[in-house]
């Protein structure tokens, strides 16, 4: 018995030994494997948790115009963050002495540009890292640094510069707090001119505090690429002036200008008003950060009408002498169509090119009668009005076209002459280059080409014809119909001594959002021209939404200052202007339109019921002239065009209500 007892007993301590061994070579085999094998991975890990990475912006790729002025750059700048933690231990431990954090946020505050409260409350904050300000500039960050307050650290940025402030704002666009573009080329070309961002590390101490000044940087950051834009710096500039002149003016909701070159379809300038500095972006309204130039959509007015035209002469409907006949009013269906002269100026037989002169909306809707929907659709759309034209800036419409299926005729005679249909002024002005350079629509472009850093040019922009649109003997017609419009017709304030300046007003009705009607007080005013007009080299479009005060019409409010434009941009292209003949009216950022001017009437008596007064109408406009004297009922007949110089019955007559007055009109320093 006992012998078996023996046995069992060393048989059970064995197997606990061996439960033992086993326990004790799992756990050499763990630590064997954690140190020997798994030692790269865990100590890389560990360095990780060790460690703070951080993404160094790239420096941003800069912008120029086409004469290498820099419009757009970036410069060094930093982050200041700080972790208060730290520096609350150092300050109750009595590790830091020199300042109390109110002392610390007062300072702060004064390098900062910030309140001080707020500052103190993020240092009282019980965290690790807090960031205090981006895109400080150096000379303040070298300020920080100077009064060694504990936890405050720095980290690489790129803050964007514009030199030239707001000067072409809205084609530019800004740069956010991250680095990316918004708006404008800044958007649209962002992969190319933001770069890559690098990468850098930096170490926690033991107590998981930041060692400030202990960076390690493992990757470097590679600058963005350069862009050389269309834009030239001295059409640009009389186009920034023109628009700060016009706003003061005509005290506009806002005015638009944009320049193109019509045998390429680049854009020369463009700008808007009201605009915005792209260095203090946050500081404006968002709605000044817009580019009307692409994304405003409106009903274009008269200025279409060259749209119009050149399809019914394309397809043979009309010729530039075609006859008809202008009562003044045309009905169709249950619409009455009427010309801004109606019951004012007697009807009567005039011709397409006529008609273009006096801008009659009647003619054109005769003529949109003649052309039919199905060729008018083709031909809208040929033109690029319905579908964005693609030009590389950010931010496009596409306009808003009635649909063809929907279209009634009195759809079809209101678009001919630019009522209905919405478009955007980039869409315009590309359709009036296709008139211009003899019938080629070309995609519009604001970017010449993309460089490296090193100079190496990886994309070049080349004129892009999208389609043919017309016949050169198409283009040819209507640009001699166009030179009209300004030798006799509404825009002869845009006339140009010794060069064929080609051009068509427009004054648009705005529908009032209250009543869904067409206000009779609310107008889009614009004004488009080339000029030369037998080899173009320039065309511009000026729109102004909403003037004030009795100018509203584009001839008179608009050409001037596309005239002062076009005039610029001629010497820039070493074409010459004559110079000894009497310009119509001059225009200078500080001047306004320098033309006679009426005199108070004394009546001759006192009216009765029947009767009325004749005014004084000397330098009125002609649509002056008729607003004028409908107010009166009173009738005119008219010769020439320009200003009222002549009138058949003197000011202050007492005359039938219904009279017709013969009113001479001429151009400033020209005998009627």
Same mark, same amino acid.
């Given at each position: 018995?006992?012998?078996?007892?023996?046995?069992?007993?060393?048989?059970?301590?064995?197997?606990?030994?061996? !439960?033992?061994?086993?326990?004790?070579? @799992?756990?050499?085999?763990?630590?064997?494997?954690?140190?020997?094998?798994?030692?790269?991975? @865990?100590?890389?890990?560990?360095?990780?948790?060790?460690?703070?990475?951080?993404?160094?912006?790239?420096?941003? &790729? /800069?912008?120029?115009?086409?004469?290498?002025?820099?419009?757009?750059?970036?410069?060094? /700048?930093?982050?200041?963050?700080?972790?208060?933690?730290?520096?609350?231990?150092?300050?109750?431990?009595?590790?830091?002495?020199?300042?109390?954090?109110?002392?610390?946020?007062?300072?702060?505050?004064?390098?900062?540009?910030?309140?001080?409260?707020?500052?103190?409350?993020?240092?009282?904050?019980?965290?690790?890292?807090?960031?205090?300000?981006?895109?400080?500039?150096?000379?303040?960050?070298?300020?920080? =640094?100077?009064?060694?307050?504990?936890?405050?650290?720095?980290?690489?940025?790129?803050?964007?510069?514009?030199?030239?402030?707001?000067?072409?704002?809205?084609? @530019?666009?800004?740069?956010?707090?991250?680095?990316?573009?918004?708006?404008?080329?800044?958007?649209?070309?962002?992969?190319?001119?933001?770069?890559?961002?690098?990468?850098?590390?930096?170490?926690?101490?033991?107590?998981?505090?930041?060692?400030?000044?202990?960076?390690?940087?493992?990757?470097?950051?590679?600058?963005?690429?350069?862009?050389?834009?269309?834009?030239?710096?001295?059409? #640009?500039?009389?186009?920034?002036? !023109?628009?700060?002149?016009?706003?003061?003016?005509?005290?506009?909701?806002?005015?638009?200008?944009?320049?193109?070159?019509?045998?390429?379809?680049?854009?020369? &300038?463009?700008?808007?008003?009201?605009?915005?500095?792209?260095?203090?972006?946050?500081?404006?309204?968002?709605?000044?950060?817009?580019? =009307?130039?692409?994304?405003?959509?409106?009903? %274009?007015?008269?200025?279409?009408?060259?749209?119009?035209?050149?399809?019914?002469?394309?397809?043979?409907?009309?010729?530039?002498?075609?006859?008809?006949?202008?009562?003044?009013?045309?009905?169709?269906?249950?619409?009455?169509?009427?010309?801004?002269?109606?019951?004012?100026?007697?009807?009567?037989?005039?011709?397409?090119?006529?008609?273009?002169?006096?801008?009659?909306?009647?003619?054109?809707?005769?003529?949109?009668?003649?052309?039919?929907?199905?060729?008018?659709?083709?031909?809208?759309?040929?033109?690029?009005?319905?579908?964005?034209?693609?030009?590389?800036?950010?931010?496009?419409?596409?306009?808003?076209?009635?649909?063809?299926?929907?279209?009634?005729?009195?759809? @079809?005679?209101?678009?001919?002459? &630019?009522?209905?249909?919405?478009?955007?002024?980039?869409?315009?002005?590309? /359709?009036?280059?296709?008139?211009?350079?003899?019938?080629?629509?070309?995609?519009?472009?604001?970017?010449?080409?993309?460089?490296?850093?090193?100079?190496?040019?990886?994309? #070049?922009?080349?004129?892009?014809?999208?389609?043919?649109?017309?016949? !050169?003997?198409?283009?040819?017609?209507?640009?001699?119909?166009?030179? #009209?419009?300004?030798?006799?017709?509404?825009?002869?304030?845009?006339?140009? %001594?010794?060069?064929?300046?080609?051009?068509?007003?427009?004054?648009?009705?705005?529908?009032?959002?209250?009543?869904?009607?067409?206000?009779?007080?609310?107008?889009?005013?614009?004004?488009?021209?080339?000029?030369?007009?037998?080899?173009?080299?320039?065309?511009?479009?000026?729109?102004?939404?909403?003037?004030?005060?009795?100018?509203?019409?584009?001839?008179?409010?608009?050409?001037?200052? /596309?005239?002062?434009?076009?005039?610029?941009?001629?010497?820039?292209?070493?074409?010459?202007?004559?110079?000894?003949?009497?310009?119509?009216?001059?225009?200078?950022?500080?001047?306004?339109?320098?033309?006679?001017?009426?005199?108070?009437?004394?009546?001759?008596?006192?009216?009765?019921?029947?009767?009325?007064?004749?005014?004084?109408?000397?330098?009125?406009?002609?649509?002056?002239?008729?607003?004028?004297?409908?107010?009166?009922?009173?009738?005119?007949?008219?010769?020439?065009?320009?200003?009222?110089?002549?009138?058949?019955?003197?000011?202050?007559?007492?005359?039938?209500?219904?009279?017709?007055?013969?009113?001479?009109?001429?151009?400033?320093?020209?005998?009627?």
């Amino acid at each position: 018995m006992r012998k078996e007892t023996t046995v069992g007993y060393f048989h059970r301590e064995r197997l606990v030994y061996l !439960q033992f061994i086993v326990i004790l070579v @799992l756990i050499m085999g763990k630590l064997l494997w954690i140190q020997v094998f798994q030692a790269a991975h @865990l100590n890389a890990i560990g360095m990780e948790r060790r460690t703070v990475t951080q993404t160094i912006m790239p420096e941003r &790729g /800069a912008i120029t115009d086409n004469k290498g002025n820099v419009l757009g750059l970036s410069v060094p /700048a930093q982050q200041v963050y700080i972790d208060p933690k730290s520096l609350t231990q150092q300050i109750n431990k009595r590790q830091y002495t020199k300042m109390s954090k109110e002392e610390i946020a007062q300072k702060l505050s004064s390098i900062l540009g910030q309140d001080s409260k707020s500052i103190l409350k993020i240092l009282n904050e019980d965290k690790d890292w807090v960031s205090l300000a981006h895109l400080v500039e150096m000379d303040k960050t070298d300020q920080l =640094r100077k009064l060694n307050i504990p936890g405050i650290g720095f980290t690489d940025e790129q803050k964007r510069v514009y030199p030239m402030n707001s000067w072409a704002a809205s084609v @530019l666009g800004f740069v956010n707090m991250t680095g990316h573009g918004i708006g404008g080329v800044e958007s649209y070309y962002d992969k190319f001119l933001y770069g890559t961002p690098g990468y850098s590390t930096t170490e926690d101490d033991s107590n998981h505090h930041l060692i400030m000044d202990a960076p390690s940087q493992i990757e470097p950051p590679q600058q963005g690429d350069n862009l050389i834009l269309t834009l030239d710096s001295n059409i #640009q500039l009389l186009i920034e002036q !023109q628009l700060d002149a016009l706003t003061k003016i005509s005290g506009a909701k806002n005015v638009t200008i944009l320049a193109m070159e019509p045998k390429t379809g680049k854009i020369l &300038g463009m700008g808007t008003r009201p605009t915005f500095d792209p260095n203090h972006y946050e500081s404006t309204s968002q709605s000044n950060w817009i580019n =009307r130039a692409i994304s405003m959509n409106y009903e %274009p007015g008269s200025t279409f009408k060259i749209v119009t035209g050149s399809a019914a002469l394309e397809t043979g409907v009309i010729t530039p002498d075609e006859g008809f006949n202008d009562p003044g009013y045309l009905r169709v269906g249950p619409r009455i169509i009427q010309n801004w002269d109606y019951g004012i100026r007697p009807a009567g037989d005039i011709t397409f090119t006529q008609g273009m002169e006096l801008s009659s909306n009647v003619v054109l809707a005769q003529v949109g009668e003649k052309l039919g929907l199905t060729d008018f659709f083709k031909y809208l759309r040929a033109f690029g009005f319905g579908v964005k034209t693609g030009v590389d800036m950010a931010g496009e419409e596409s306009g808003l076209l009635i649909p063809q299926d929907k279209a009634r005729d009195v759809d @079809l005679a209101t678009m001919a002459f &630019g009522q209905s249909n919405m478009v955007t002024p980039i869409q315009l002005l590309t /359709a009036l280059c296709a008139v211009a350079n003899g019938g080629t629509l070309y995609k519009p472009y604001i970017v010449d080409n993309i460089v490296t850093p090193d100079g190496k040019v990886i994309q #070049q922009n080349n004129p892009t014809a999208v389609r043919k649109v017309i016949s !050169q003997a198409t283009a040819d017609q209507m640009t001699k119909v166009l030179e #009209q419009v300004v030798t006799n017709g509404t825009g002869y304030l845009a006339a140009i %001594p010794g060069v064929k300046v080609a051009g068509k007003t427009g004054t648009a009705q705005i529908v009032d959002p209250k009543t869904q009607q067409y206000s009779n007080t609310d107008f889009i005013s614009s004004f488009e021209a080339f000029a030369p007009a037998e080899d173009p080299k320039i065309a511009v479009l000026i729109v102004v939404n909403s003037p004030q005060g009795v100018d509203h019409d584009g001839g008179p409010l608009c050409s001037p200052f /596309a005239k002062t434009i076009l005039q610029g941009a001629l010497q820039e292209y070493n074409i010459p202007v004559t110079g000894d003949v009497q310009n119509t009216v001059i225009v200078t950022p500080d001047s306004t339109s320098v033309r006679p001017a009426s005199k108070p009437v004394v009546p001759e008596r006192q009216p009765l019921s029947d009767e009325t007064v004749v005014p004084d109408l000397t330098g009125m406009t002609m649509r002056q002239v008729g607003e004028t004297l409908v107010k009166l009922e009173l009738h005119y007949d008219f010769k020439g065009s320009g200003l009222a110089c002549q009138q058949s019955l003197p000011a202050g007559k007492v005359v039938a209500k219904g009279t017709i007055l013969d009113v001479t009109f001429a151009s400033l320093g020209q005998s009627p």
